[in-house]
């Protein structure tokens, strides 16, 4: 089986060694991790997603998928592992597990935190129901032996849009502070996170009555962070907010990575304004962004990137889709991500924490300060990701948390061991 791809183009050619676009999902468990348990659990749930199975390669100038029937990996250790070689015999997702921790490692162009979300509520249900010998409820679950959906196949970014609706706002596309060109970073080739812990029903009370979500939220505190530290820089810190783009698209089952992106900028007439009134206009940025329309206005976009690089040779390709890379990393200074609750079912009452930890800011960029948050078992999880030695950054977004009366405990700070990815030797440039 041959499967042309699309909607993974832009990150295949986007990714080097320095940027793997790769992720971590971490779940710390209550109890001790049963490897052998673990694999009867993996092996069970891949059953149900054929379209993971796979292994990357290429023909000519063409990139594709193709049925990897290898069994995915379930490896004992906690270090960092290589997607696409022979240690995860050419998939491009691989479980591991140490201790009480079992880590997801997933490729970027493979999927994303929406579309790889199905498989871990399949991987925990079965883990749970064969350690523990409990029946588990399995509403919410795609079990094994369940037909797989067309939708969860089919490309929705390949089919055609309507026609583009007039009166569009226009994105911030201008400079934006950059970390790294501010101060004296000391920039690392890997990252750093700090793992922060927020009971739900308090940031939800909080995000609530200051008019915003739990994302837009954590962005302006994440912008305020910046400001505080650079009160006279020349250009405004503009945080730019993960955005799932299946819901304008209109296709909820879709696996295919499909993120886009809002962008707040902390303007100076924000600076002087209540907190409540400057989360009004994020709020509304937000509002303005994610509409549906401008939503599939970015996959227009897409869609003219993937002509313009059609006839191309595959270094070409990755030159331009590098080179864009470069422009909008120019309009952002931090991103934060949020893809919504887990959802684990039953499963959450055997979880203490879940983390995920991406080794670029966004699947289309790469930015050295980036915060992602996953929800679980009635706690927020922020891991606060910085690819530099200083800790100025973190102490004062501590600083914010306090300022504004919110609960909270630092779990721990440690390396970020995002996987690397190992490309076909056609795309190794």
Request: aromatic content about 10%.
């Amino acid at each position: 089986m041959k499967r042309q791809l699309y909607s993974e183009l832009r990150t295949i050619y986007e990714t080097t060694a320095a940027d793997p676009h790769t992720y971590r999902l971490t779940i710390k468990m209550k109890d001790i991790v049963d490897g052998a348990v673990l694999e009867h659990a993996a092996e069970t749930a891949m059953q149900r997603y054929p379209y993971f199975r796979v292994r990357l390669c290429t023909e000519k100038d063409r990139v594709y998928f193709e049925e990897n029937t290898a069994p995915v990996p379930v490896i004992r250790a906690h270090r960092r592992v290589r997607l696409g070689s022979s240690e995860t015999a050419g998939h491009l997702f691989a479980f591991s597990y140490w201790k009480n921790r079992i880590y997801i490692d997933v490729y970027h162009g493979l999927t994303d935190g929406g579309g790889i979300a199905p498989l871990i509520r399949t991987l925990l249900y079965y883990y749970c129901t064969f350690f523990y010998g409990e029946t588990l409820s399995s509403e919410g679950i795609r079990l094994f032996d369940s037909a797989v959906m067309p939708e969860e196949w089919e490309d929705p970014a390949l089919l055609p849009l309507p026609a583009k609706r007039s009166g569009l706002v226009t994105k911030w596309d201008r400079p934006a502070l950059q970390l790294q060109e501010e101060g004296s970073l000391h920039m690392t080739e890997g990252s750093t996170v700090c793992n922060i812990r927020i009971p739900e029903k308090e940031f939800m009370r909080f995000s609530a009555a200051n008019d915003g979500s739990p994302a837009a939220i954590t962005a302006l505190l994440l912008a305020r962070t910046i400001h505080e530290l650079h009160p006279d820089a020349e250009d405004p810190a503009v945080i730019a907010m993960c955005v799932n783009q299946r819901k304008a698209l209109q296709a909820p089952y879709a696996h295919q990575s499909l993120v886009g992106d809002v962008r707040l900028p902390y303007l100076p007439q924000m600076y002087d304004m209540p907190f409540e009134r400057q989360a009004t206009c994020f709020r509304g940025m937000v509002m303005l962004q994610s509409d549906n329309d401008m939503v599939l206005d970015e996959i227009r976009d897409y869609q003219a990137l993937m002509r313009q690089l059609e006839p191309l040779s595959f270094p070409e390709r990755q030159s331009v889709c590098q080179e864009n890379l470069k422009k909008l990393s120019a309009c952002i200074t931090a991103t934060v991500s949020y893809v919504g609750k887990a959802s684990l079912g039953d499963a959450e009452s055997y979880i203490q924490e879940y983390e995920a930890l991406p080794s670029t800011a966004l699947p289309s960029t790469h930015v050295p300060l980036t915060i992602e948050i996953s929800a679980v078992h009635g706690f927020f999880f922020m891991n606060f990701i910085q690819y530099f030695e200083e800790e100025d950054y973190i102490r004062a977004f501590i600083r914010q948390i306090r300022k504004n009366g919110i609960d909270y405990d630092v779990l721990n700070i440690t390396e970020a061991l995002w996987p690397k990815i190992e490309l076909p030797p056609a795309l190794q440039g």
